[in-house]
């Protein structure tokens, strides 16, 4: 995923020092790590904090519902209306108030609480997110730029696969609270990381409103993109949202989930390195064998009466196929759109957040009036649907997408 802020280009002999710069990136990183591991939480809790707060499982995936979706309208929203404010001051307060959030819900009394806190963090991911990616420029010198938006948006990923498992044992360990607890003081931490670590980053430009639908209107691989990471993402939490309940039903001890939850994040990582090494060349292939795998994992838990191991094995696959995703999406966007990267970018983050909470949302509706189960039948159809979307064309994505608009950001095509 990359920036929806941009950045003009460096004056000359004004290069950073590459040390601070790189100090810099990784309190970045601290930061988008803690930011998407605070939205993504909820997922493994969703059992105890039901039970807490006397809500039924359906109910309490609004914890996942409510910050996606404000995330999807704060992305372009907090850029743009932001976008004559220095960004680490910007980011300093957005990850301010993630960690704030996350303490007021490891003490919230009633549900009503967590959903407040649950909406702050919402605009927090989506205006965090959106202006990460275009620090990279800023930071460091040319050279790195390439590896250090890589090393910040590896925080998404690995906040993604590994955040929600390490929550999980956490809460399972010692309480949930304890693991909202955890997550807000860890945004405290980023918080004064990004104070020390990072300089002054004056805003420069930003993207307007009129550049969304433009990319939209005249770009057919960005629709595609769009199609398919709306499908693919909505599935995928539509079924993985109530994951915990899922395993309960099958028999698998409490005491087990987070283990399970893990191997997932770490079959995850795997998967991201090996749709890394595939899409330079092969990556329409990719999505193709993103959604095949994903509909296949789903319908095995779903189908296959399963034992603990046999769990394991399942969500290894599943695992793999969604650690790939981030990477192999975010480079499809880029691919149909290298000439209008913020816009399209723009409305990759939109949709995705869009996505998380459309899939908790509609999985608590089917888990509250079908059956647990029900959400991997539907998860699994809508993979399968991604299928019908990328495999009309053969090709990159370019070959179906003319560029929408002139380059305004050289700090994309420095970060890629």
Not at 189 to 201: D, E, G, I, T, Y
Not at 308 to 316: F, R
Request: hydrophobic share 55%; glycine share 10%.
């Amino acid at each position: 995923m990359t920036t929806l802020d941009s950045s003009a280009p460096r004056t000359a002999g004004k290069e950073p020092s590459a040390v601070k710069g790189w100090l810099a990136v990784l309190a970045v990183t601290l930061g988008i790590f803690s930011l998407m591991t605070s939205e993504l939480l909820p997922v493994g809790l969703l059992t105890p904090v039901g039970d807490a707060l006397k809500v039924s499982e359906g109910t309490a995936a609004l914890m996942v519902t409510i910050p996606g979706l404000v995330a999807a309208i704060s992305a372009p929203l907090v850029t743009v209306a932001t976008g004559k404010f220095d960004r680490r001051l910007v980011l300093v307060i957005l990850i301010a108030i993630v960690g704030l959030a996350n303490l007021a819900s490891a003490f919230a009394t009633s549900f009503a609480v967590v959903l407040v806190a649950r909406f702050l963090i919402g605009i927090s991911v989506g205006g965090f997110w959106s202006i990460a990616g275009g620090i990279a420029l800023r930071l460091v010198p040319e050279r790195h730029v390439a590896r250090a938006t890589a090393v910040i948006f590896g925080g998404v990923e690995t906040a993604s696969v590994l955040g929600v498992p390490t929550g999980t044992f956490l809460g399972d360990l010692s309480g949930w609270r304890t693991a909202f607890a955890a997550v807000g003081i860890l945004g405290l931490v980023a918080l004064a990381a990004m104070l020390f670590l990072m300089p002054k980053v004056p805003a420069e430009r930003t993207i307007a409103f009129g550049d969304l639908p433009r990319v939209w209107k005249s770009n057919a691989g960005v629709r595609i993109g769009i199609a398919m990471t709306f499908l693919v993402i909505t599935g995928h939490f539509l079924a993985y949202t109530f994951v915990r309940p899922l395993l309960q039903d099958d028999g698998v001890g409490d005491s087990m989930i987070g283990v399970l939850l893990l191997t997932f994040g770490i079959a995850g990582i795997t998967g991201n390195f090996i749709a890394g090494a595939l899409i330079a060349k092969r990556l329409r292939q990719v999505v193709i064998g993103i959604a095949i795998v994903l509909a296949i994992a789903m319908l095995l838990l779903a189908t296959v009466g399963n034992t603990t191991l046999t769990a394991a094995v399942i969500l290894v696959l599943w695992g793999l196929g969604y650690g790939a995703v981030p990477v192999t999406f975010q480079t499809w966007i880029l691919d149909a759109a290298p000439d209008a990267t913020e816009a399209a970018s723009s409305l990759y983050v939109s949709t995705f957040n869009l996505s998380i909470a459309l899939g908790a949302l509609f999985g608590g509706i089917a888990v509250d009036n079908l059956a647990t189960a029900s959400v991997l039948y539907i998860g699994a159809g809508l993979a399968i649907l991604t299928l019908l979307v990328v495999g009309r064309r053969s090709g990159r994505p370019t070959d179906s997408a003319p560029a929408a608009e002139p380059a305004t950001d050289p700090a994309t095509a420095a970060a890629h």
